[in-house]
């Protein structure tokens, strides 16, 4: 009779709570215009907030590169992203302009190397090279051949340390 009585108890307490805590819910979502702000200015470009009645946000577009801002005169802007695993490719970016990955096929398992004059920003050669499976003497002729003031620009995909 006691463990009866406890989960009435314990149900009227359950059943009390939910209405208060959606009350609760509804309040903070319809006054705080402020949290709302923070949150949607945390959430990357591309977001579309135009139909308020839709409670699923539409996916952002993809991008090759992320938005990077202007450089001054004498310097350009790049993006280095390394893989993941074997199942996210690497991409290396470039005034806004992917010159390594999968979009371009140029990216591979093992190294991923651009090279740049530095001066310039302006592509010279890009190669990748399997560290498994692959030869290493391939990567140590390229970085041999590198010229003095030229900028080497690496990301890693699957394997790269096994050679």
Sequence with gaps: MARKNFRNRLLLCVLSLVPV????????????????ADWRRSLP???DF?????????????????????CPDNHFSFSIQSGAANVVAPKICLQNKMVLGTAVRNAGVGINVVILNGKTGELIKTGNFDMYAGDVNPLIELLKSIETGSVVMMASYDEPASK
């Design 21 to 36: 805590i959606v009350v609760v819910t509804v309040v903070l979502q319809r006054y705080s215009d402020s949290a709302t």
């Design 45 to 47: 470009d591309g977001f």
């Design 50 to 70: 135009s139909n308020r009645g839709n409670k699923r946000l539409s996916k952002p577009a993809a991008r090759l590169c992320p938005n990077g801002m202007a």
